[in-house]
């Protein structure tokens, strides 16, 4: 069969150094705060209603409620004050802007694009689906956020991407979140944390726990047991913390726009990166639906497949996975259950191709190799492109293939419906290869998704080009279906 012809469309999306998100600022050492505050202190009246002009006429303008932010921010130094009087808004407004910053988020690259049909498909002509499409921003130390657009798949399949403001904004924690205790009991289990100071701290929460909570009850069991370490935190305390402040939530408002909003690394787990994202609209086996997005969590050594959900593109939680199968990175989750179980691609060893299934979405132990490196395009490894499709003929699986020169490439497979760990077919040679216009980036000679959406026959993929910037391209996947062998 020949290689199913690909159509890339003229849209390029790249990235904008003036989206820039306004950021804490907090100096190397609690001295330092102290003397930045006393410096401001000293400042006549006058002298801070000027400065506090000054800025704000340089920096109200690039973000939205920047007077919030910048008593957020002065509300999380006020400890440091050495006395309890009262400070004009004035003064308060001018230290919070002290111990803030703006990090451009698009400032290095805009890529690994995913995509999925938009919550809200309202007045649409017939025959089009708005998407959302998540994309990886990588700025300052090479540090990942998600950022999203949103954009419109017309009948003929033509694309149209709806243009982005210039503001961006994180979202509230939810400070009110409950742990279920269970849960996490088993997650810490996975991680090997036993003894005494757990079971006397578990034994202090109820059976749904807030993070408040949580530290209460450590502060209990530190005062029972008096055992600290040098540092000032006891190292099964500091476990118990890095894991209920790796499972969090967090709430975007309502009124900002999809391309406002950003969901910037807040967990020890993802301090130096959320990456590749992988969202799939998931179909419960009740009728409901929810978004999940497998990424990679970084923390300056150590990379983590973890799962975020949501319902609304507003809320999201994000949650740790477990078990002796979650290693690597690529963890890509079927659309829907298979058997009663839950099912999700992986890549255990950095170059083959697994199944996992499991029947909690929080634990996966257990895989299955199902490809390994077959053809010369491939030989260094494989990997998918995201989230299966369901065809009528079976699971299409977007793949991406590594050859000479680390060149990568695009590829698809086919596996069995009702047994995924069957491999039906696979395409011998790429269907999407680095034009010469695609070559040069972060870097060079890359093609790459990390999630694909179709739309009647059709399938639109959004692709990265060279880890710098994202385009389009479409092909029929009738095409890709008959030419898989």
């Not at 997005?293 to 975020?308: K, M």
């Not at 010369?376 to 699971?395: A, D, K």
């Not at 790429?430 to 070559?439: C, G, K, M, V, Y």
């Amino acid at each position: 069969m020949s290689t199913p012809a690909v159509t890339r469309t003229s849209i390029f999306i790249n990235p904008d150094r003036s989206r820039v998100l306004i950021r804490p600022f907090t100096p190397d050492s609690d001295q330092r705060i102290v003397k930045i505050i006393a410096r401001l202190l000293a400042l006549p009246e006058a002298e801070i209603e000027r400065l506090l002009v000054q800025v704000m006429a340089e920096f109200s303008g690039r973000h939205q409620k920047t007077k919030d932010l910048f008593l957020e921010r002065f509300n999380f130094v006020r400890p440091h004050l050495v006395t309890d009087l009262e400070l004009t808004e004035s003064r308060r407004l001018i230290i919070g802007a002290y111990f803030t910053h703006e990090y451009s988020l698009e400032a290095a690259a805009l890529f690994n694009p995913s995509i999925v049909p938009h919550p809200d498909q309202a007045d649409l002509p017939p025959g089009a689906t708005r998407f959302v499409l998540s994309l990886r921003a990588t700025g300052e130390g090479h540090v990942s956020s998600i950022t999203f657009r949103t954009g419109v798949v017309a009948a003929d399949h033509s694309i149209t991407i709806n243009a982005p403001t210039r503001f961006v904004s994180e979202p509230k924690m939810m400070d009110d979140a409950l742990y279920p205790k269970a849960r996490f009991i088993q997650k810490l289990a996975e991680l090997g944390f036993v003894g005494e100071f757990f079971r006397r701290t578990l034994a202090q929460l109820k059976d749904d726990f807030s993070l408040a909570e949580l530290k209460a009850g450590i502060a209990f069991v530190q005062n029972q047991l008096g055992v600290i370490e040098p540092n000032g935190h006891p190292a099964p305390a500091q476990a118990m913390l890095t894991l209920a402040l790796s499972n969090y939530q967090v709430r975007f408002g309502p009124d900002l726009r999809m391309s406002e909003r950003v969901l910037f690394p807040r967990s020890p787990s993802q301090s130096n990166g959320i990456e590749d994202a992988r969202f799939v609209l998931f179909h419960h086996d009740d009728g409901t639906r929810s978004y999940f997005a497998t990424y990679t969590a970084y923390d300056g050594r150590t990379t983590n497949p973890q799962l975020l959900e949501t319902v609304d593109f507003l809320d999201f939680k994000f949650i740790t996975l477990g078990g002796a199968a979650v290693l690597n990175k690529g963890m890509a989750l079927f659309p829907r259950m298979i058997g009663g179980r839950y099912a999700m691609l992986s890549r255990q060893d950095g170059e083959n191709i697994h199944v996992m299934f499991s029947g909690d979405l929080h634990f996966w132990r257990t895989s299955t190799l199902i490809l390994k490196p077959t053809y010369e395009w491939e030989f260094i490894q494989l990997g998918n492109c995201g989230s299966p499709i369901e065809t009528e003929r079976g699971w299409l699986v977007i793949s991406h293939g590594v050859g000479a020169m680390r060149k990568y490439c695009i590829g698809a497979f086919l596996l069995d419906l009702n047994d995924p760990t069957k491999v039906l077919g696979r395409l011998r040679e790429p269907f999407l290869t680095p034009a010469e216009d695609e070559r040069e980036g972060y870097v060079p000679n890359v093609v790459y998704s990390c999630g694909s959406m179709l739309h009647g026959r059709e399938l639109i993929i959004p692709y990265a080009v060279s880890d710098y910037a994202t385009r389009f391209a479409t092909v029929s996947i009738d095409a890709v279906l008959d030419a898989i062998s």
